[in-house]
């Protein structure tokens, strides 16, 4: 039987798909593109600090954590000169949109099939009452008009719930004692340590120290200083693989933000939670195809990427 954790971790990885199709679908960057956003990050930034409103970089950099505030403070507040947030947020919405029908193979003023508008539904039961407290991106999103169109009412349940484990894991990194660089300098750490087995690979790797370090903002300098933190905790080493203490740590903060991720899994109950799996696995399969692998996410490879009943 699973635990808890166990069932927040799969269902993780059958939402996160449908949630990122809005950085990897050329649809969704298209669509920025379209409303004046030229370039990947400024429709990063735009789409999802839009529901928090205008803001200015100090917030973006609390709760996106990994990014360098340079990098944040390139594209935020600037980037509400070009767009509205609340423009932000249809633009985003309709990029995923599009890309969703594409994936799922629903052609342009077709209607959303019956098992797609399910999904979207029983999905939306996983974020019925969730609690924001303590979630900077969860509750804002949480907090956003449910739509009509049924992908689009499907991307944001899955958004609500991306976000809202995303602030749960920021905050078990934080109880660690790490800062947005040293949690990535720890992670591709950790990714150079082989996994015992399967049990043992709680994420897949992620994009090691070339790609993730420039797409972060992160400078050489910056990067080293943390991997000098590290070691001196003790972490890493001195090639920057991470220690058994190191894997430890990593293992622990994915294990928090499973459990912080939970409660929305366990209000479905069994029967919820079986006929919600059936359902989305399908979505999640084909909204992993635009992934790339590795990711700078940890999401496992499509054979997986859906999750299975034990």
């Known amino acids: 039987m699973e635990s808890t954790a166990q069932t927040a971790r799969r269902m993780w990885r059958m939402f996160e798909p449908v949630h990122t199709v809005t950085y990897f679908a050329p649809e969704a960057l298209d669509a920025f593109v379209q409303a004046g956003l030229r370039g990947f990050w400024r429709g990063y930034f ?22 360098a505030p340079s990098m944040v403070a390139r594209a935020v507040p600037a980037v509400w000169e ?8 249809q633009v985003r919405s309709d990029g995923a949109v599009a890309a969703l029908r594409r994936l799922l193979g629903i052609d342009a003023g ?10 979207a539904d029983l999905l939306l039961g996983a974020i019925d009452g969730l609690d924001g407290a303590g979630r900077p991106l ?7 008009p449910v739509p009509d169109e049924p992908l689009a009412r499907l991307w944001h349940a899955a958004t609500v719930l991306r ?8 905050a078990a990194l934080v109880a660690a004692g790490l800062d947005g660089c ?16 399967p049990a043992d690979a709680l994420t897949a790797p992620s994009w090691p120290r070339e790609q993730i370090q420039p797409a972060r903002g992160w400078t050489d300098e910056q990067w ?4 000098a933190r590290l070691t001196e905790r003790g972490l890493i080493d001195a090639d920057g693989v991470a220690t058994a203490d190191g894997v430890a740590t990593h293992r622990a903060m994915e294990q928090a933000t499973d459990l912080a991720a939970a409660r929305p899994w366990a209000a479905l109950g069994p ?3 079986e006929e919600l799996t059936d359902a989305l696995a399908p979505i999640a399969r084909a909204s992993a195809a635009v992934l790339p692998f590795p990711n700078p996410i940890g999401m496992p490879a499509p054979e997986t990427a859906a999750g299975r009943r034990p």
């Open 224 to 227: 080293d200083q943390a991997a």
């Open 271 to 273: 029967a919820g939670m």
């Open 46 to 67: 735009a789409g999802r600090a839009a529901p928090v409103g205008a803001v200015g970089a100090a917030p973006v950099v609390a709760s996106f954590f990994s990014f």
């Open 163 to 170: 976000e809202h484990r995303g602030d749960g894991h920021v």
């Open 182 to 197: 040293e949690a990535l300098v720890l992670r591709t750490g950790a990714d150079r340590v082989p996994a015992a087995g």
């Open 138 to 144: 969860g509750a804002p999103n949480a907090a956003l």
């Open 110 to 119: 077709e209607k959303v099939p019956a098992p797609a508008a399910a999904a």
């Open 82 to 89: 070009l767009i509205t947030p609340q423009d932000a947020l």
